[in-house]
């Protein structure tokens, strides 16, 4: 059986000519991405357990869009850690709330060319699934996985399998692909396509602008 498009990109970051779904593989990342939530426990992980670097400076991106602005001392606290460890090991891409082009983490980091087809990418944060509107692999990890993520620039994944999702005709006025994806997600259930990947195709999907993909 052919790969699915997740299963291609992963077997081109593990090194491998093919994977199967189910199958426990290392792949290497393009991206890694923390926000003002998940960063911190990050750090602290990657502190006890003595990692002293990250893997490449140019490729983790951090960025407070959670407790940001701080609506007490514990969210200034949150920031400020990633803050400076940010500055500490160089980071590229962080993004500080208040500078220009800052904003909504997975709304900025394609606006500034870090999201492209074919990467693998993994976030700390549940909705990092969007940049497959780009043609990417990308899915939410813990706090843990990213913070060995951040030193060693690959984590393990189980291959998944994937559904495929046609959607054919036009939107209707005052409908969009939040609405389509909402009623997918009935069909499925909120606990539907656990280790699965939803791939879409279809005239109806080429219709749809970015932002709605």
């Known amino acids: ?9 992963l077997a081109a970051h593990a090194g491998l000519e093919k994977v ?8 290497h990342l393009d991206l890694v991405l923390g926000n003002d939530v998940t960063t911190p426990p990050a750090i602290r992980v990657f502190e006890e357990a003595g990692l ?5 400076r140019q490729k983790i991106a951090l960025v407070p869009d959670h407790f940001t602005p701080n609506k007490d001392i514990q969210s200034a606290e949150h920031c400020a850690r990633m803050r400076r460890f940010a500055r500490k090991h160089g980071l590229d891409h962080y993004y500080e709330q208040g500078e220009p082009g800052m904003g909504v983490e997975h709304v900025i980091l394609p606006e500034n060319g870090l999201v492209t087809p074919g990467a693998a ?8 699934c969007t940049y ?20 060693t620039g690959k ?7 994937a559904i495929r999702v046609n959607l054919t005709g036009q939107l209707p006025a005052d409908v969009t692909g939040k609405d389509v994806i909402l009623h997918l997600i009935g069909l499925i259930g909120v606990d ?3 280790y699965q990947s939803l791939e879409f195709a279809g005239p109806g999907i080429a219709a749809f602008s970015m932002a709605e993909r």
């Open 1 to 9: 059986m052919a790969m699915t498009m997740t299963q291609k990109i």
């Open 20 to 27: 199967e779904a189910g199958e426990l593989i290392e792949a």
């Open 52 to 56: 002293t670097d990250v893997f490449d």
């Open 121 to 128: 990418i993994i976030g700390a944060d549940s909705h990092t």
């Open 132 to 151: 497959g509107a780009l043609g990417a692999f990308a899915t939410g990890v813990g706090s843990t996985d990213l913070a060995y993520a951040m030193a």
């Open 155 to 161: 984590t393990w994944f189980r291959v998944p399998d």
């Open 192 to 194: 539907g396509a656990l």
